[in-house]
């Protein structure tokens, strides 16, 4: 079956702009977590769902950044007024039910480049 | 809240050479371990994981991780790498709820001929 899908795969977008970022989780996933991972560095959490809820944004970096899943499915990170510093591979992974499996599948990342 | 160390950025080794890539992890409250793989130009999958039960846990590929308590490790090993196992290793921790899981900065093994 599918695998989890980011689009784009790469933006370039200059600084002061707006940027979104898509997650396609596999279906029937209800958890739904997305990372920030800089060069050289692990996954850096961001934001959990579980279902259309945000269960935990304690990872989100400054209120320039936010995500949404209104249906429970889809999600589209929002990043506003983009800086240099937000330059890195945005990852989005999603989990089945809780009970289920604990494993985490990861999309092939987004790379968001802030000129 | 909790972190992960891996204490090496890079680990060379001869092809069939024995391997352990380590990872210590610093917690309060019980915690689960994973350890993820990343092909070059490929996403991240899960090798192994520790929740419960027997402290030494067997994954894909000839891998294999013991979870240590008492030294808050979780170190993995593999007894005869193989070229294809070149890649950058993660180790991750999390809690009962999975809430959050946090990740070590990575390990990338070069197997060489």
């Known amino acids: 079956g599918a695998g989890v899908s980011q689009t784009p795969s790469n933006k370039v977008t200059e600084k002061g702009k707006y940027v979104e970022l898509r997650c396609d989780p596999i279906?029937?996933?209800?958890?739904l977590y997305w990372y920030r991972q800089s060069l050289g560095q692990g996954p850096e959490f961001l934001i959990y769902f579980q279902g259309t809820g945000a269960a935990d944004d304690s990872g989100l970096p400054n209120d320039r950044f936010f995500a949404v899943r209104p249906e429970g499915s889809v999600s589209t990170l929002k990043i506003q007024r983009t800086e240099r510093g937000d330059s890195a591979v945005y990852l989005c992974a999603s989990s089945p039910p809780p009970g289920q499996s604990s494993e985490q599948f990861f999309g092939p990342g987004t790379r968001l480049t802030v000129l | 809240a909790q972190s992960v160390t891996q204490l090496d950025s890079q680990v060379p080794v001869f092809e069939e050479a024995p391997v352990e890539l380590r990872c210590n992890y610093s917690?309060?409250?019980?915690?689960?371990l994973f350890w993820y793989v990343q092909y070059p130009n490929q996403g991240l999958q899960l090798l192994l994981k520790?929740?419960?039960?027997?402290?030494l846990v067997k994954g894909i590929n000839g891998f294999e991780a013991e979870f240590n308590k008492s030294q808050t490790s979780f170190h993995l090993r593999k007894p005869s790498v193989h070229i294809s196992d070149t890649a950058e290793y993660f180790c991750a921790v999390t809690t009962y709820n999975f809430n959050k899981f946090y990740f070590g900065s990575g390990t990338k093994l070069n197997v060489k001929p």
């Open positions: 917690s309060s409250v019980s915690v689960y």
């Open positions: 279906s029937g996933h209800t958890a």
């Open positions: 520790y929740l419960s039960g027997s402290t």
